[in-house]
């Protein structure tokens, strides 16, 4: 197929709603900053994100994805190698978590990775590789090895710690497995004897002081969900969400306008970006942001329906599934429906790393919708 006509078919809705987005984000990142000093050179910084981020999605757009995927092994070995050196670095001295790999460049020029992060692409075009070279994921065999694949990165980002990293895994993990023919009895059955460990686990949390929950939980995770339980207030946790309703209240319906934000949201330019984004657009404003990322997710869903082979149906039903995932989970923590997990709102949140992985997610989605105009035109030849 002729670079012409892959321009000509190229979504370039898609890529435009998701410019947008991120570039927002970038405006909601300098209203944040304008109330601290120290945040002054976040915007700039998250435009650079966002420009180079634009550079990775179009790469990825127009390397076939099933040349990509022929090197899912390797990819898989150097996502397991980059946590495995995270947590061989060791915590952060100031954050007491290791999540990061700092790559010093000359003029004493830092830049930090995230590799919990690219986990997340890595792992989409792993798993849907290697359920796509299976005739029957269904086979105990298969299912098993696809489990054990999906289950180490996911645990050595949780002991990071990094929970919503990892919720974020096993959200790609399962969506993968239920668009790769997951039986539904198997489900079903799944369901059933995952359910009394779930009611075990639930009671457990409403103890003042839970026994099984305190084993599987840092003291950091485990403060966030009692203060979710029981409105500690004074907390760090209870006061992000407190200020979080404040904003998103003080916002209306229309908004104080941009750049009019009074209330200094806790982590405004990363998991609360959202809530900066209510104060100034209200009510209105953030139906349109979820409007904005709901059509993103709608397209993926739709080119993973259109998709040429079952390989491009799994990559862009993970994007999909993780889009949905992130979007829920940072949107009900904002507003209170669920404990603060530190999860980034997608496109908006500062971060490089994420933003990156982000746009190269998009790029695969819009790899694949080429794929299938590349294979209509094949087909015609």
């Known amino acids: 197929m002729s670079i012409k006509r892959e321009l000509r078919e190229f979504d370039y809705i898609l890529a435009i709603l998701v410019i947008v987005l991120s570039f927002i984000g970038v405006m909601m990142i300098q209203a944040f900053a304008e109330l601290l000093p120290r945040y002054a050179t976040l915007p700039d910084q998250q435009r650079f994100h966002v420009i180079t981020g634009v550079i990775v999605m179009l790469i990825m757009a127009f390397v076939d994805y099933r040349f990509i995927a022929r090197f899912y092994i390797p990819i898989y070995v150097i996502c397991i190698a980059l946590l495995a050196a995270v947590l061989l670095i060791g915590p952060d001295n100031i954050t007491g978590t290791a999540r990061w790999i700092r790559i010093p460049f000359p003029g004493g020029f830092d830049v930090s990775v995230q590799p919990s992060e690219f986990a997340k692409v890595f792992l989409i075009i792993s798993l849907a590789t290697f359920i796509d070279k299976r005739e029957n994921i269904n086979r105990f065999i298969w299912l098993a090895l696809y489990l054990v694949l999906a289950t180490i990165p996911i645990i050595m980002v949780i002991i990071q710690p990094s929970l919503s990293a990892g919720t974020v895994l096993i959200a790609i993990s ?3 497995l239920f668009i790769g023919g997951l039986y539904l009895r198997t489900i079903i059955i799944t369901m059933l004897l995952a359910l009394p460990m779930m009611t075990i686990f639930y009671f457990d949390m409403l103890r003042q002081y839970p026994i099984i929950i305190s084993q599987i939980l840092n003291e950091r995770q485990l403060q966030r969900i009692q203060t979710f339980l029981y409105l500690e207030a004074g907390s760090d946790a209870s006061l992000q969400m407190e200020r979080s309703l404040f904003a998103i209240g003080s916002g209306g319906l229309y908004g104080r306008g941009f750049m009019q934000n009074s209330t200094f949201v806790i982590h405004g330019h990363n998991d609360f970006v959202f809530a900066v984004a209510a104060e100034q657009f209200g009510f209105v404003g953030s139906m349109v942001l979820l409007a904005i990322i709901g059509i993103i997710i709608v397209k993926c869903l739709l ?17 999909a599934g993780k889009l949905i995932f992130e979007t829920f989970v940072n949107v009900s923590v904002v507003t209170a429906l669920l404990p603060n997990t530190g999860m980034p709102f997608p496109f908006m949140s500062y971060g490089g790393t994420s933003m990156w992985v982000h746009m190269a997610a998009i790029g695969l989605v819009l790899n694949v919708g080429l794929s299938r105009t590349r294979s209509m035109f094949e087909s015609n030849d």
């Open 174 to 176: 399962l969506t993968i």
């Open 303 to 319: 080119i993973a329906y259109r998709a040429p082979d079952n390989l491009g149906r799994l990559i862009a039903a993970g994007v």
